[in-house]
């Protein structure tokens, strides 16, 4: 079985430089942090940033960003978003579970797309917590289990097939446990869906690779019912069974 390596995602961010041409978190980080925590003068810091987006729009807000990673590549991805939006981030290149700050150095924490590809996440939650001062925040989003995305990433996972390796996913029940056995308290849990969803991404990816790009990269859709779709999803989000139904979900927490 394939596992995720650091010349893996060396190679994966040379090929997927363009950040334009990926998927965002649709303000979803943002949102929860700007709910959980103040923005402005804060010291943060973002775990295995990927393209950091999420980070060139925290130092809009004010924020004092360190971004980390452990391949030059995504950095060099960074470094661009943030000169294009011509702001300042602090880009790091060193490891997640050995992080080159002093203790308790952020106010809050946070990754996405990361935690599922450790077998034992111990080793970074655990570094997570030393560089948070006490009574800071922690956001950690993961994969959904039950979850069409979930059902091919299992399948594909043994075939050697799946573009990350190795991967896994959790639920909102296994994620709270896991967060809060690591010294936090839970402020609470969110999630969302893929839109569009996974299929048309998959068809479009597929499309893209064999050199035909036909397919934008949101679907326009007819706006009434675009509309009742939006409203429908802001209504069913808010119910626990909504939670069984997302591709991702996150849990903000308190370090004790």
Known sequence: MRESTKEHWRDYWVTHADADELYSTENRIIEQLYAACPIRGQFILEVGAGSGRDSVTLVKMGGEVFVLDYVESSLAIIKREAESSQVKAHLVCA???????????????????????????????????????????????VPQRYHIYTVVKHILIPLGKWFAGWETEYTVRSLERLVASHGFSICGSYGDWMVPGFFYRSLRYMLRKSGIAMLPKYPGGVPLFRRIAEDFRDWFRRKRLAFYTFAVIGTVAIKE
């Open 95 to 141: 490891d997640a579970t050995r992080m080159p700050f002093r203790d308790e150095a952020f106010d809050v924490a946070f990754h996405q797309g990361l935690m599922e590809h450790f077998r034992d996440p111990s080793d970074l939650l655990e570094e997570n917590r030393r560089v948070l001062r006490k009574g800071g925040t922690i956001l950690v989003d």
